[in-house]
């Protein structure tokens, strides 16, 4: 397993982009790997080992073809749990951040003035994205292509009367609300 120092992870993190050093650090990641974890019954140790999962694939330090065997090892689980982990990640986070991506790499081409002529060489042309953005995108189509193709509401059990009646479901500050 990849166990990256701090000033690794530091380096890492100024080379992405802002849309996701953003996501690393939401709300709406931890609630979605909060909700995972709860809707699977992980234990407290396992969401946390999850969470670190989810920061080192979206940092790079974690190939995808490595993710499943990351979860099965680090939170002692079974391989259809860890596919279910994947479909919920990919549909809750990795999407969302793709699409992210897709719009500002949009939103910086729209940023140039029409009159601007964009100058190519003929032997290399200038890309038209960065590769920060492109190897995101590539280990998101990735996780997409490992996680079975079923909606993740099949995959996974409803919430109990319990989890209905709270008016939120997960502690942004991941303390106990039992």
Request: proline content about 5%; hydrophobic content about 30%.
């Amino acid at each position: 397993m990849n166990n990256p120092t701090t000033e690794q992870v530091q380096k890492r993190f100024n080379q992405l982009p802002k849309v996701t050093q953003d996501t690393l650090y939401s709300v709406d990641t931890a609630n979605a790997v909060g909700i995972i974890s709860k809707t699977l019954q992980l234990s407290n140790e396992q969401v946390s080992k999850l969470a670190d999962e989810v920061g080192l694939v979206l940092l790079g330090f974690t190939r995808e073809s490595e993710f499943v065997t990351h979860l099965i090892e680090r939170l002692r689980i079974s391989k259809e749990a860890a596919e279910q982990i994947i479909l919920a990640i990919e549909n809750k986070i990795f999407s969302k951040l793709k699409k992210e991506l897709k719009e500002e790499r949009t939103n910086e081409t729209e940023e140039f003035p029409n009159n601007v002529k964009q100058i190519h060489t003929k032997e290399k042309p200038l890309p038209t994205s960065t590769k920060t953005e492109d190897a995101a995108s590539q280990k998101i189509q990735k996780i997409k292509s490992l996680a079975n193709t079923q909606q993740t509401k099949e995959l996974l059990p409803s919430p109990t009367s319990k989890e209905k009646t709270r008016p939120y479901s997960i502690d942004p500050y991941r303390e106990s609300i039992n």
